[in-house]
């Protein structure tokens, strides 16, 4: 899939610059930083719905507890 981008010349030399200081070209650096941002969000979301269930039951936990429950010694 091939998608444009349209940027302004200041923020399209501060692109290129950054892609090349850090050794990689600008698609890569964009879809990088797209799919950094994608991961970070559904993170933000499983934790808040985590948080959320423990909010409704705060139960934890020891290791040595998971550990007997699931009979892994």
Known sequence: MTIS??????DSELVKAYAEMKGISVSELLRRSVMERIED??????????MAE????PVTYTLEEVIE???LA
Do not use: H, S, V
Not at 5 to 10: E, G
Not at 41 to 50: G, H, I, P, R, V
């Open 5 to 10: 981008l349209r940027l302004n010349t200041a």
């Open 41 to 50: 969000e559904f993170d933000l979301k499983a934790y808040e719905q985590a």
């Open 54 to 57: 423990y909010r409704k039951n």
């Open 69 to 71: 429950e699931l009979d």
